[in-house]
C-alpha cells in the first residue's frame, strides 16, 4: 500500500510539472485576432495644403506577443490599415489654385478638398511592458515603430470645373502615383488583458500613433498650380486608434 501510495504521489508531481511546463511554454509565444477602429488625420507642412478635422477609419489583422519573461514581451503582427485624412486646399491671394485635370477630360479641376483614403499592410515592432497579473486583470504598456507598406490609394475630392462656381465631387481618383509606397511612424500604447480562460485573454488597448515620414510624393504626379507647375507636397500621416482583440 505505502508503495502504491508513493507511486501516486509521484505520478501527480510528475503529471503537474508536465502541466505547469506546458503552460509555461505557450505562454513564451501567444498570438491572436484585433480590430482597430481609429480617427485619422494628416499634418501637412506646406502652405499649399491646410489640415482638416480627423476622420474614421478601421484595421484589422493578427498580433502576436514573444514572451522574454512574464513582464516583458516582442510584440508585433500584421495588420491591414486604412487611414490616411482629409486636407484643404486655400484660395488666398498668395496661394496658388490647386487643379488636375480628370483621365478622359480637358476642362481642369481645382481642387478644394480631398479625402485621401489610403490603405497599408503594417507591421508593428513593439516592445511590450506588463504588470504581475492584478485579479484577471494585467495592464501593459507598449511602444515602438510601425512600417506601413502602400497597397490601395484613392482620394474623394471637391472642388469646381473650370468655368463654373458650382462644387461639384470627383470621387475614388486613383492617386497611387501621388503616396509613397513606405510609411513609418511611432507607435506608443496603453491598455488591459483580461483572463478570459487559461491563457486565453481579451486585449482591449489605446494606441497613438505618430508618422515620421511624408505620406505624399514630393512633387506631385497630377497635382498642379495655376502656373502649371507640379505642386510640392509634404503631409504625415497621424492616427488614435482603440484596439480589441483576443490573445491565445
Given at each position: 500500500?505505502?508503495?502504491?501510495?508513493?507511486?501516486?504521489?509521484?505520478?501527480?508531481?510528475?503529471?503537474?510539472?508536465?502541466?505547469?511546463?506546458?503552460?509555461?511554454?505557450?505562454?513564451?509565444?501567444?498570438?491572436?485576432?484585433?480590430?482597430?477602429?481609429?480617427?485619422?488625420?494628416?499634418?501637412?507642412?506646406?502652405?499649399?495644403?491646410?489640415?482638416?478635422?480627423?476622420?474614421?477609419?478601421?484595421?484589422?489583422?493578427?498580433?502576436?506577443?514573444?514572451?522574454?519573461?512574464?513582464?516583458?514581451?516582442?510584440?508585433?503582427?500584421?495588420?491591414?490599415?486604412?487611414?490616411?485624412?482629409?486636407?484643404?486646399?486655400?484660395?488666398?491671394?498668395?496661394?496658388?489654385?490647386?487643379?488636375?485635370?480628370?483621365?478622359?477630360?480637358?476642362?481642369?479641376?481645382?481642387?478644394?478638398?480631398?479625402?485621401?483614403?489610403?490603405?497599408?499592410?503594417?507591421?508593428?515592432?513593439?516592445?511590450?511592458?506588463?504588470?504581475?497579473?492584478?485579479?484577471?486583470?494585467?495592464?501593459?504598456?507598449?511602444?515602438?515603430?510601425?512600417?506601413?507598406?502602400?497597397?490601395?490609394?484613392?482620394?474623394?475630392?471637391?472642388?469646381?470645373?473650370?468655368?463654373?462656381?458650382?462644387?461639384?465631387?470627383?470621387?475614388?481618383?486613383?492617386?497611387?502615383?501621388?503616396?509613397?509606397?513606405?510609411?513609418?511612424?511611432?507607435?506608443?500604447?496603453?491598455?488591459?488583458?483580461?483572463?478570459?480562460?487559461?491563457?486565453?485573454?481579451?486585449?482591449?488597448?489605446?494606441?497613438?500613433?505618430?508618422?515620421?515620414?511624408?505620406?505624399?510624393?514630393?512633387?506631385?504626379?497630377?497635382?498642379?498650380?495655376?502656373?502649371?507647375?507640379?505642386?510640392?507636397?509634404?503631409a504625415i500621416s497621424n492616427f488614435v486608434s482603440l484596439t480589441v482583440g483576443i490573445l491565445f
Open positions: 500500500m505505502k508503495k502504491i501510495f508513493c507511486f501516486i504521489i509521484a505520478s501527480l508531481f510528475f503529471f503537474e510539472a508536465s502541466y505547469s511546463q506546458s503552460k509555461a511554454n505557450d505562454k513564451n509565444f501567444r498570438f491572436g485576432l484585433k480590430a482597430v477602429p481609429a480617427f485619422a488625420w494628416l499634418k501637412p507642412d506646406n502652405k499649399a495644403f491646410e489640415a482638416k478635422p480627423p476622420k474614421f477609419s478601421f484595421a484589422y489583422g493578427l498580433m502576436t506577443d514573444f514572451n522574454f519573461t512574464s513582464n516583458y514581451a516582442f510584440s508585433t503582427g500584421v495588420e491591414i490599415n486604412n487611414n490616411g485624412g482629409v486636407l484643404g486646399f486655400p484660395t488666398a491671394p498668395d496661394v496658388d489654385s490647386t487643379y488636375y485635370i480628370p483621365d478622359k477630360d480637358t476642362n481642369k479641376f481645382y481642387l478644394k478638398t480631398r479625402t485621401y483614403r489610403l490603405r497599408y499592410i503594417t507591421l508593428p515592432i513593439l516592445l511590450k511592458l506588463r504588470t504581475n497579473e492584478i485579479g484577471a486583470m494585467t495592464y501593459y504598456g507598449q511602444f515602438g515603430v510601425d512600417a506601413g507598406f502602400k497597397i490601395k490609394a484613392f482620394g474623394d475630392d471637391e472642388g469646381t470645373v473650370q468655368g463654373t462656381n458650382t462644387i461639384t465631387k470627383n470621387e475614388s481618383v486613383d492617386i497611387q502615383k501621388d503616396i509613397n509606397f513606405l510609411r513609418l511612424a511611432l507607435n506608443i500604447g496603453l491598455g488591459f488583458e483580461l483572463n478570459l480562460a487559461g491563457t486565453t485573454s481579451l486585449v482591449v488597448g489605446v494606441n497613438y500613433n505618430n508618422g515620421f515620414t511624408n505620406v505624399l510624393k514630393k512633387d506631385s504626379k497630377n497635382l498642379k498650380d495655376v502656373k502649371g507647375v507640379a505642386l510640392q507636397q509634404n
